[in-house]
Every structure is written in structure tokens, then in C-alpha cells.
């Protein structure tokens, strides 16, 4: 499929790019320390901090493969969001004052600190991974329509916007990250609005049409109400999203290194409060934009659409139906969607190696400039395999990328779930304890990993949907870790301030 690439449109984006960059100089300045770049001198506010967060968790994935679902099945891939707030509770009273009880950088110091070395380890390798994955995925997907606009092969588009997106972020650290995110989020709204207006005026009874023919055709749907391993009924789906969202506010330091850049616990309890009002009307609006767009083509059918794959419907509507010029702008925020997302994993990546590995492991006792040094070096290898990943992504056939990235995160999500909660809950299970449950959640993890990737026979693969890995790989990894403390004994480490039970007394210390 071959669009004439339109002048107007191309000059919007390079303005809304120009901008981008510009904010990445700006805030290079600033950064002459680990602290400023990682966290910006933990000066925030609730309301930057919340609108950052906001654009890192939606993504390109939100602004396409959202849709995407919504247009080739129904609404069952949006339960899983709307568990984010009963979820959030928990974040805003006990996770954020565990995080911001001393000068922390990352999220997995609390496991070194509560369950030793080993753990920390697990925790960050299995991060990165994840992370690195997350990057390819959905660098890919902003790559669809900016190579339909533009004409230019896929492959070039990645490159290209791979690169400057990693330029901004490796220049302007944490602060332009975040801001940037503001920008964007505010930017990837207007985008969404504009193609939902377009789809309401064309349709011959405007708006009660998108409800009609949606109902009609079960694209309200949220799955089946029944309980099945194998199926990705509501339940699935729900369970998938507590524990999805457990693990963010949990243990992702994307979330986790805005709590400490928030400038007090008062504003990180505020900004996870905003990111949660917000971002369930986000999430439930994109799904419906996905409606709308297959109400359109019901009622306008269109061959070429016949043609496509999932993924790339909606941005063709985008480059056919939308005129000249807001096109522009609402491909700005498709590339808003994606860089509020890019620039954060790549920032939390070049944190997490630095303060994680490089510190504690691969280069102890450096001055604070080599470790600066080294956080941009790092960004700069995450930004090369980001790249790589996308192409990657781009050549392999899947039924959405929103179905995709769900199996990713519970294939590769591994027990850091199980971790924290066994951390912050429990004093029973210690060092050892924790040892043993993650080397069986790993075997387990490695095992349903095979099987949802079809390389075992019939009679040995797991009858359960690869959704089900991350609930069943952590709850192994909290069961086993529980037997053995009961035959280890309890644990004698002095936990004063890393758990629920012995928290008295701990102060945000993070000002």
C-alpha cells in the first residue's frame, strides 16, 4: 500500500520534532550529575509527574494496537486496565513510602536490601529484558504510518525515528523525559479527538450509529464470562491486569523513579492519583476509536481495508480520511504516543544498568562522572537494540500487537511480582527461601515459555494460554518460597523499614 506523502503533513511533524528536540537540548544542561540525570534532583510535581506517567504507560501500543484489538475482536483486551485503580490504592499507601524511604535510585535496591544480592540481580536482568523488548515492539508500531505518509520503506522509518528519539533522551536525562511526556500526552489527545470527530461527521447518523452497528457486530464484547485456562475469557483478562498492574507500581522503574523524582511523598502519592483518574478514560477511548473505525468501514466498505493487516487499518484511515495538514498533527501523536514511551524505558534501562550492575558489580568505587558517562553509553546500546528489535518485530506475522505484547509481558515477566509482594508482606521468607522459589518459578517460567511457543509435543505442552505464565509463574514462586521458610525457620535479618509489619518509624527521606 503506497501513499502519496503529503508536504503539509510532513512539515507538522518536523515542527512537533523540532520541538521535541529542542526541550532535549534545554535540559542537557542540567545534567551534571547521576542524581540530576536520574531522577532531576527529585524536584517534580504531582501533576508533571502523573501527566509523564500517563504517557509512558499508553504508548504507540494505546494510540494503534488498541484499535487494533478493538477493530479485528472486541473490548476483553481493556478489562485488564480497568483493574489499574483498586491497584493504585495500594500504590499510594504502601508501595510510594517504601520506595522514597531513603536516598533510592531504583527499584530493585529493595530487593538487594531485603532479600541480598541474588535477588536484586533477578530482578534487574529480567527488567532490562523485558524492557528492551518493550522498546523494539513499539518503536515498530509508530514506524506503520510514518512509513505510509512518507512512502519510505519501514525499515528506514525505525532508523530514523529510533535515532532521534535517542538523541533527545540521552542528551536531556530524566527532565526532558518527563516534560516531554507532558507534552505528548496532551498532544496524543488531541490526535484521538480529531480521528473521532472525523468518524462521527462522515457517518450518516452520526454517533448512535458507532453504538448501533458496533452492537451489532459484538464489538462491545468483553469475552466470555466462564472460567478457562485456555481462553481468553474475562477472568483471564482481569486476573492478567491486578497482576500486571501489581507489577508496575510494584517493581517497573518507570513508575517507580517517578515516585522519587516526585519533590515530596505528598506529590508522588498525588501523581499516581492523577495517572490513575486519567488513564482508564485514555485506554477506554482508544479502544473506541477502534470501534468507530470499523463502524466506518462497515458502513463505507472499502477494498483496500479488506486487505490489511489489524495493525495497520487505523493508520491508513488516518492518512485517507483526515485532511491535509491535521493529518500531520494527529501522526504527531501517534510519535507522541510512542517517545513518552521509548524515552522513559530507555532512561530507566541506562538507570537501572548504572545503579544495579555498573555500581554495585562491574565498575565499583568510580567517580560520579565515569557512572554519568556510562548512564549515556547505556542509552545509547539500549537505543541500538531497540532498533534492531523493531526490525525484528516488522518481519513476523501475529494477530495484533496488543495480543503480542501480553504474551511477551507473561512469558517474560518472570516472578518480580512475587518478589516485591513477598517482600513488602511477609517476614517469614529471607535470603534463602527466596533463592529456591525463584530458581523453581524460573524452571516453571521456562517451561510454559516453550510451550506457549508450540516447541513441545501435544501430550507435554501446558493446556493453559500463554496469559496464565505470569499468574502461575509467581504464584509458584510465593508457594514455594513460603514451604521453605516454614522448614528454614524465621528469618533473623533485621527488616526495619522493609516491610509492612516493621515501617515505624521510616520517614520520606528523599527531600
Known amino acids: 500500500m503506497n501513499l502519496t506523502a503529503r508536504p503539509l503533513d510532513i512539515a507538522v511533524i518536523i515542527l512537533y520534532l523540532l520541538g521535541m528536540a529542542g526541550l532535549g537540548i534545554w535540559f542537557s544542561r542540567r545534567n551534571t550529575t547521576t542524581e540530576q540525570y536520574f531522577l532531576g534532583g527529585r524536584s517534580f510535581p504531582g501533576w508533571a509527574i502523573g501527566l509523564s506517567m500517563l504517557g509512558t ?64 540481580l533477578y530482578g534487574t536482568l529480567s527488567f532490562i529484558l523485558l524492557q528492551l523488548i518493550r522498546l523494539g515492539k513499539v518503536l515498530f508500531l509508530v514506524s506503520i504510518p510514518v512509513s505510509l505518509i512518507t512512502g519510505l520503506d519501514i525499515w528506514i522509518v525505525i532508523v530514523f525515528v529510533g535515532v532521534f528519539i535517542s538523541l533527545y533522551t540521552i542528551a536531556g536525562g530524566i527532565g526532558a523525559v518527563i516534560w516531554t511526556d507532558v507534552v505528548q500526552s496532551i498532544v496524543l489527545w488531541i490526535g484521538g479527538i ?14 448512535s450509529q458507532i453504538l448501533e452497528v458496533g452492537s451489532a457486530n459484538s464489538k462491545f464484547d468483553v469475552g466470555s464470562m466462564g472460567f478457562n485456562l485456555s481462553e481468553r475469557t474475562f477472568w483471564t483478562v482481569a486476573l492478567l491486569g491486578i497482576v500486571s498492574w501489581l507489577t508496575m507500581y510494584s517493581s517497573d522503574q518507570n513508575v517507580v523513579q517517578r515516585y522519587l523524582a516526585a ?38 466498505p472499502n477494498e483496500t481495508v479488506d486487505g490489511l493487516d489489524a495493525d495497520t487499518v487505523f493508520p491508513y484511515f488516518i492518512l485517507t480520511e483526515i485532511p491535509v495538514g491535521v493529518t500531520g498533527l494527529v501522526i504527531a501523536g501517534v510519535l507522541a504516543a510512542a517517545m513518552s514511551s521509548l524515552d522513559s524505558s530507555i532512561n530507566a534501562v541506562a538507570t537501572i544498568f548504572t545503579v544495579d550492575l555498573m555500581k554495585p558489580y562491574l565498575a565499583k568505587g568510580r567517580d560520579d562522572r565515569f557512572y554519568l558517562r556510562m548512564a549515556k553509553m547505556i542509552a545509547v ?11 525484528f518485530f516488522s518481519s513476523i506475522e501475529k494477530e495484533s500487537m496488543n495480543d503480542l505484547s501480553w504474551i511477551v509481558a507473561s512469558v517474560f515477566g518472570g516472578c518480580l511480582l512475587g518478589l516485591f509482594m513477598a517482600g513488602f508482606f511477609t517476614t517469614r521468607i529471607g535470603n534463602r527461601s527466596a533463592l529456591i522459589g525463584l530458581a523453581g518459578a ?65 520517614k520520606d527521606e528523599s527531600n
Open 57 to 120: 504507560s499508553i504508548s504507540s501500543v494505546t494510540f494503534l494496537a488498541f484499535p487494533a484489538a478493538a477493530y479485528t475482536l472486541d473490548w476483553r483486551q481493556l478489562i485488564s486496565n480497568l483493574t489499574l485503580p483498586f491497584v493504585a490504592v495500594l500504590a499510594v499507601i504502601v508501595f510510594i513510602p517504601f520506595f522514597r524511604r531513603g536516598k533510592t535510585t531504583s527499584a530493585f535496591e529493595y530487593l538487594g536490601d531485603r532479600f541480598g544480592p541474588g535477588a536484586r
Open 194 to 207: 480529531i480521528c473521532f470527530l472525523t468518524v462521527v461527521t462522515h457517518l450518516p447518523n452520526g454517533f
Open 263 to 300: 519533590k515530596s511523598l505528598k506529590e508522588a502519592r498525588k501523581a499516581t492519583t492523577i495517572y490513575s483518574i486519567i488513564a482508564v478514560p485514555t485506554w477506554a477511548f482508544f479502544f473506541f476509536l477502534g470501534t468507530c473505525v470499523f463502524v466506518f468501514y462497515t458502513v463505507f
Open 381 to 391: 546500546l539500549a537505543s541500538v537494540v531497540m532498533i534492531l528489535g523493531a526490525i
Open 442 to 506: 524460573i524452571v516453571l517460567n521456562i517451561y510454559l515459555g516453550v510451550s506457549a511457543a508450540g516447541w513441545l509435543p501435544a501430550s507435554i505442552t501446558a493446556p493453559v494460554h500463554s496469559y496464565w505464565t505470569g499468574i502461575l509463574v509467581n504464584l509458584a514462586f510465593l508457594i514455594i518460597a513460603g514451604l521453605v521458610s516454614c522448614f528454614t525457620g524465621r528469618n533473623s535479618k533485621d527488616l526495619k523499614g522493609l516491610t509492612v509489619w516493621t515501617m515505624e518509624g521510616i
